[in-house]
């Protein structure tokens, strides 16, 4: 199927932490539109069944590509763990989502194969960076460590407090223990923490950002697909959030580093 490489690319989140793949897709690809939905109502899903996962992600799916979009990117990490095939299986468009970028940036950016990945406790229990990267390298070996503690330090805007470096400490001991060379940072919060986990975990460590990788991901993508838009003006940003968007803008600004606007509320 030809698509229009003019459509805007389709992001979505279960809130607002793939606002750090959107600003990593702003500055490799500052042409491209940019369709942003983040699922801010029914945030956390990670507490959430499977099943309703699947249902949410769907819906969200079809919800961009009644927009025309060209590419869906999914951002979530929980949602890519368990819902990446309910989405390539009804998406007409291509489907990136951020465990598949983050595990081939891993394994080229290590030499050892020693691998660790930080995340929730949800992406982490999936194993579904481990499985990803053993499919690509089955030799690879890897260090899981769930940090629950990371997404609220981050929306508190602590990016560098005391507490979030001690909790950091604490949660990369065990990782840092097993001589990992390359962390992947499993989710699209930490980012913004990266400055901070790149002094805890020492300069022999090379940190994977998932939001880097996606916009790497995408890049290569739209190059074998001869999707790149032909446009040559600043491009259009629209986000569309379910609930609360003033808080959305107030930490989406944090996410994006710039002022955030056409914030739509979207009522199902």
Not at 114 to 124: A, D, H, K, S
Not at 186 to 196: D, E
């Amino acid at each position: 199927m030809n698509h229009n490489p003019n459509n805007a690319i389709g992001v979505f989140d279960s809130g607002v932490g793939g606002l750090t793949v959107v600003r990593a897709l702003m500055e490799r690809l500052p042409f491209e539109d940019i369709h942003y939905f983040g699922d801010t109502a029914r945030v956390p899903y990670g507490v959430k069944s499977v099943e309703t996962i699947g249902h949410y992600t769907t819906q969200i799916a079809e919800f961009l590509l009644e927009r025309q979009v060209k590419l869906l990117i999914i951002a979530c990490n929980t949602m890519a763990a368990v819902s990446s095939q309910v989405v390539r299986d009804l998406s007409p468009v291509p489907v990136l989502d951020v465990i598949e970028a983050g595990a081939v940036t891993a394994l080229s950016a290590s030499t050892s194969l020693r691998i660790g990945v930080i995340g929730t406790p949800t992406t982490i229990n999936s194993n579904a960076y481990g499985r990803a990267i053993h499919e690509l390298q089955p030799e690879a070996r890897i260090v899981s460590q769930a940090c629950a503690l990371f997404v609220p330090l981050v929306e508190e805007g602590w990016l560098d407090h005391p507490v979030t470096r001690m909790t950091a400490q604490e949660y990369l001991r065990p990782v840092l223990a097993e001589k990992v060379d390359t962390l992947v940072l499993g989710c699209t919060h930490y980012p913004l923490l990266k400055p901070l986990l790149q002094e805890v975990a020492g300069p022999g460590v090379t940190l994977v950002d998932s939001a880097e990788a996606m916009a790497e991901r995408t890049a290569a993508l739209l190059t074998e697909r001869n999707l790149h838009t032909t446009a040559r003006q600043a491009a259009d940003y629209h986000f569309y959030v379910t609930d609360v968007p003033l808080r959305f803008q107030t930490i989406g600004e944090r996410f994006l580093g710039r002022s955030l606007s056409n914030v739509h509320v979207v009522k199902w």
